[in-house]
């Protein structure tokens, strides 16, 4: 059950504006980073049709080879198959004697889990996805409990009015856009090396499913309150974060944004916000999952507490101590290959290069 967190005199304040500061300067360190990868995400995609190109003239060739999607997709393939196909993601073997007779079922067990419960072929197909082409994949690790009223049928086919209930772990990835650190932390767990005071997700919750949260049961206790929830439906986002518009840019009108090929500056943009299509916006409320190390009620305590965290309005939502028996926080980082930070290097920092080398040569011959 999650607790709510008793503040000490004036440290829920002391925390807002040092979680606020913290969270501004770290995403105004990433911004570079965050442009990085979306560009990145072009170069995989490689667009046949790219932006009028005016160097050496007007109408020269501006083609992009797919060499980072070519290599990309052999790795990831080959990370695929060799975790996934074995009919079993784990294999057990007993430790001593005792433990013979219990191993196989056991090994059932898990089988039985990841393929009705866990499902991490889905979940690795996204997260490992992203290891390969930028380098770093965060996963989270949890418990989902929902209990809510919903129409459904009884055995004789009559519509009903049941509280359904849904109690189960979960593995899932977060999109590295949507995961942030302070730039100076090496490591998501507090006590490692380098060990980050905070981390935060990013949270895109529907006003809807936020009010059925207001009236949830336990474990989710403590309630959002109402009031709180009527004043955030206020703060819906108009827009999509960068990272979504930049993959309905690519889903929807096949061109990346910016012609990074040529050599002048002045090509014309290849994509305009709202052609063919794209960046429908949702309606939702964006909050911040933020696991912190704070003092709560006294400066020479610590104490890990999970807080949900409004930006625009520097509103605490909801703030609870870490309700993890490990008390640890339920995310983990694999990387292609390790960076000397947190971040992991890609395929698609690989590959940059000779991508654009292959490109201009083609283009330049054509």
Known sequence: MAEKVVWGAGREAEFVSWIDAELQEAQTARQSLDRQWREWLAQYRAPAKQALKKFPFEGASNYIVPITATDADQLYAKFLQTIHAPQNLWTLAPLNERWVEAAKPLQDYLQWLDF???RMYNTNKRALLEMVKLGTAIYKTGWTFEQRPVWTYNDLGQRVRMTRLRSLPFVDHVRLADFVLPAYSYAIQPDAQGGAPWVAERLRIKTDTLRSMASAQEPFLPNISKETVEFLAHF?????????????????????????????????PTGTKGVGGAFQLPKEIELWEVHARFPTTAKDSQDDVIVWYHQPTRKIVRAVYNYFHHDKRPYDVVRYFPGDGFYGIGICEHKEMFKTLGSELLNFTV
């Open 236 to 268: 819906e986002e108009p827009n999509v974060p960068e990272h979504d518009a930049e993959i309905q840019e690519l889903d929807f009108v096949k061109r990346p944004r910016v012609a990074k090929e040529s050599f002048d500056q002045s090509s014309e």
């Open 116 to 118: 009705a419960i866990l």
